[in-house]
């Protein structure tokens, strides 16, 4: 694709149930990146895959958050047991390589959990 | 502990005037700075990349700044207008990966 989709662009759920958010990036970009946004605040990183290394889970705010990235492309963020505070806006990067690389960011799932 | 601080206070300006946002640094040693835009709604989108040898950048109507004695980057919207108005974020470099300030608000009215 032209950029970098992400799916569902909405996503409501209740307290308690697991959710799970997709993330399609450009073609060829070996760095991937997750983040999160709450209503009004910058961006909070959660996690980094890069190539084949190991993904930098620094940002994964609980247990309860995990991704993967299958076949070095499509990734999936997962999180269980989703509690209200969880509600915001999850943003997914690509670049074509990690370091400078600059980032193309998709449109971003909105999580809303009642 | 370590911090971006980007104007939490929106900035507003005059059409045709000069827009200067500040991102300031704690306890971070970045290789490199990123600057994007963001609009309502969307993803941000890239600007413009400064290393840490590098003490000035331009892309048209933009200019970057960056020192690392200060901890500070300085970005300049010259001749702004209306459609400018976004909310604008500074990405540091921090273990090859990039970490995100606040954002400010810029709003440039006719």
């Known amino acids: 694709g032209a950029g970098v989709s992400q799916s569902p662009s909405n996503k409501v759920t209740e307290k308690g149930k697991d959710v799970e958010l997709r993330c399609d990036p450009i073609?060829?970009?070996?760095?991937l990146y997750w983040y999160r946004q709450s209503l009004g605040q910058g961006l909070e990183f959660l996690i980094y895959?890069?190539?084949?290394?190991?993904?930098?889970k620094s940002g994964l705010p609980s247990d309860r958050f995990s991704a993967e990235r299958t076949g070095g492309s499509v990734s999936t963020l997962t999180i269980q047991r989703t509690q209200q505070e969880d509600s915001a806006v999850y943003l997914c990067?690509?670049?074509?390589?990690?370091?400078?690389?600059?980032?193309?960011f998709g449109s971003g799932t909105q999580l809303s959990v009642l | 502990s370590q911090k971006i601080e980007q104007n939490s206070e929106a900035l507003n300006i005059q059409e045709g005037k000069t827009a200067t946002l500040t991102c300031n640094y704690t306890?971070?040693?970045?290789?490199?700075l990123q600057w994007y835009r963001q609009d309502p709604g969307r993803g941000p989108v890239f600007l413009l990349l400064?290393?840490?040898?590098?003490k000035e950048k331009r892309k048209e109507r933009l200019k970057v700044t960056f020192d690392t004695t200060l901890k500070q980057s300085l970005f300049h919207i010259t001749a702004s207008q209306p459609a400018d108005s976004a909310t604008y974020l500074c990405?540091?470099?921090?273990?090859?990966?990039?970490?995100f300030g606040t954002g400010t608000r810029l709003q440039v009215f006719p």
């Open positions: 073609s060829g970009h070996t760095a």
């Open positions: 895959f890069q190539g084949n290394s190991a993904p930098d």
């Open positions: 400064i290393r840490e040898n590098e």
């Open positions: 306890n971070y040693s970045p290789a490199y």
């Open positions: 990067a690509s670049s074509l390589k990690g370091g400078e690389g600059k980032l193309f």
């Open positions: 990405a540091l470099e921090n273990t090859d990966k990039l970490i």
